[in-house]
């Protein structure tokens, strides 16, 4: 992947996210993705902080998104890995990173969020 490629994936998924339109969002992801976050832990009460598969993320997003309906990310930077990327951005938890695992089709199929607990 080339910071283009990174670029225009970073800007499609932040317009996803504004729209607060799940489906958009969730096009972005293989069906059996990985997602990890601390938020995870209380949200879904999953100690391990790991979602596997679209229809129980699909669940935690909508929690989400309902829980923060003015929900809006402003990107910062994006950082080119092997098959990976990571976006950095602001959002209603403040400074935030994620780290997004592609897979040969360019979806994600890992992703893992990081937050300022501060």
């Not at 890995?81 to 990571?86: E, P, Y």
Request: charged share 20%.
């Amino acid at each position: 992947m080339n910071i283009k490629q990174a670029n225009k994936f970073a800007d499609h998924w932040i317009e996803a996210w504004n729209s607060h339109n799940l489906e958009n969002i969730l096009s972005h992801y293989i069906d059996d993705f990985e997602m990890t976050s601390p938020v995870i832990v209380a949200t879904m009460n999953e100690a391990s902080g790991t979602l596997k598969g679209k229809e129980i993320i699909r669940v935690y997003w909508s929690k989400a998104l309902k829980k923060y309906p003015e929900l809006h990310f402003e990107k910062l930077d994006v950082l080119v890995g092997v098959n990976s990327i990571t976006l950095i951005y602001n959002g209603v938890r403040g400074l935030s990173a994620e780290v997004f695992y592609f897979n040969a089709s360019g979806k994600v199929k890992a992703a893992c969020a990081h937050y300022d607990l501060q």
